[in-house]
């Protein structure tokens, strides 16, 4: 269907999807790009996107870092790549300690907050690893209602960055705060030299 649309290449922006949909346009001789894509060390098609394993794994040590000993996942659609490795990540990151994992509809405000609001009826975690941002600040409301807050009664870690959104009736911006990073001069450095126009245009201008 897509060569009868004169398509020149693909990018194929999820992580639901399986592997194989996008090695097929390889097969089919079409350049695809698989953004969001499952990291590999040497991926059959070309990926941008993020090593989801190293992610899990640095959210456990951050939560076993700041104290928390009974944790909990709770992720984005359980078929999804990105939520399969950010599992694996945080459960390696643990090293054998118990955990619970649950699992939302999508990587929604409402599915982490009817995710949470499911965890809250039973025995809850001491903390939990939202694997996207827009799940935790869903947890973040169900915790409130509830009456309890974070990071008092639950911890809570989110992934992605930046992310704005609607929440609280107000505008709330998710950040990590890299320009706030001062101490960090190599990476300020870096960070400049990245966002410059001028150094942009000549890599892009370069062949693949």
């Not at 709770?74 to 459960?91: I, K, M, N, V, Y």
């Not at 107000?170 to 450095?189: M, W």
Request: charged letters at 15%; one cysteine or more.
């Amino acid at each position: 269907m897509l060569r009868q649309y004169s398509v020149d290449g693909v990018i194929v922006a999820s992580s639901t999807l399986p592997p194989s949909f996008a090695r097929a346009f390889r097969t089919a001789n079409l350049p695809v790009v698989h953004a969001f894509g499952r990291h590999a060390p040497a991926p059959q098609v070309h990926v941008v996107g993020i090593d989801n394993v190293a992610c899990g794994r640095m959210a456990a040590e951050a939560l076993l870092q700041r104290g928390y000993q009974s944790l909990g996942f709770l992720g984005g659609p359980e078929a999804a790549t990105s939520t399969q490795d950010r599992a694996a990540g945080f459960l390696a990151g643990l090293q054998g300690r118990p955990v619970t994992l649950t699992y939302a509809t999508d990587y929604t405000f409402d599915a982490g907050r009817d995710a949470m609001q499911a965890l809250l009826a039973g025995p809850v975690a001491e903390a939990y690893f939202c694997g996207d941002n827009l799940l935790a600040v869903g947890a973040l409301s169900s915790i409130q209602d509830a009456g309890l807050t974070v990071p008092g009664d639950i911890g809570l870690i989110g992934l992605n960055d930046p992310t704005v959104l609607q929440a609280f009736g107000q505008r709330v911006l998710l950040s990590h705060g890299d320009a706030l990073c001062l101490e960090d001069t190599e990476y300020q450095a870096f960070r400049k030299q990245v966002r410059s126009q001028q150094w942009q245009q000549a890599f892009l201008s370069r062949p693949l």
